[in-house]
């Protein structure tokens, strides 16, 4: 099975999660495309879904599912979304797509994460992928100075303007043997908006598509 065979098991076990009348957090990225393009096909009755993502919106009014604004809803039953890493401990690494802060802010505003990946995400910790940093475009210079002292590597990614008008840094190099602390520490640099170790607000329901079937497991 190719890893895109290994998302698909992931994103479809993730409708077992759906239940009609909820109100659904989606993420964004390859994996989450395939649970929307799922969803589109189930026709669930839910009450409607709140994007993390301008493209994730897209999406889901291209395929006529109804989206809420996150204002507009209280906390949220359940957000499933893909991850970069994923450890041993439920905490993730997220942002490849750039979408980390509103990922986030959906994340914490839901009761119940499922996490969906191909298996090749499941590590047993935290920090090859580059950690992506959103850094509003005044600071960046400021902020990847301040990511050297903590010991990361930082490169800006080229081209890219996230959906609240920032950059990325991606940071190489940081230490995550600790990943709440660093989360705390980099958010608390001024400039930067949030960053994509997701060890505060951890996964709930890890959902891994492997050659010999999804396998489920639970915070
Ligand atoms: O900003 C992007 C998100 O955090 C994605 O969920 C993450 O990068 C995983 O993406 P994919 O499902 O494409 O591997």
Do not use: W
């Not at 935290?126 to 002292?149: D, H, W």
């Not at 590597?153 to 008008?165: E, F, I, K, M, Y």
């Amino acid at each position: 099975m190719d890893s895109n065979a290994l998302k698909q098991i992931a994103a479809e076990a993730a409708l077992g999660y759906i239940k009609p009348g909820m109100v659904v957090g989606v993420g964004t990225g390859s994996t989450t495309n395939l649970f929307i393009d799922a969803l589109g096909k189930a026709k669930i009755h839910v009450e409607g879904y709140v994007a993390s993502s301008v493209a994730t919106e897209t999406r889901l009014k291209g395929l006529g599912l109804p989206v809420l604004n996150l204002n507009d809803t209280g906390d949220i039953p359940i957000y499933v979304d893909g991850a970069d890493e994923v450890d041993p401990h439920f905490r993730l690494i997220k942002g490849g797509g750039g979408a980390l802060t509103r990922e986030k802010i959906v994340a914490s505003a839901a009761r119940l994460f499922v996490c969906i990946a191909d298996g090749s995400k499941d590590k047993p910790m935290l920090g090859k992928f580059p950690l992506p940093v959103e850094v509003i475009p005044f600071a960046r210079s400021f902020v990847a100075r301040q990511l050297v002292k903590l010991g990361g590597n930082p490169s800006l990614r080229a081209g890219v303007t996230t959906d609240n008008g920032n950059v990325i840094l991606d940071v190489t190099g940081l230490d995550l043997t600790d990943p709440v602390t660093m989360e705390s520490r980099i958010n608390l640099i001024p400039g930067v908006l949030d960053n994509g170790i997701f060890a505060q607000r951890r996964a709930d329901v890890l959902l891994f598509g492997t050659p010999q079937g999804v396998v489920e497991r639970r915070a």
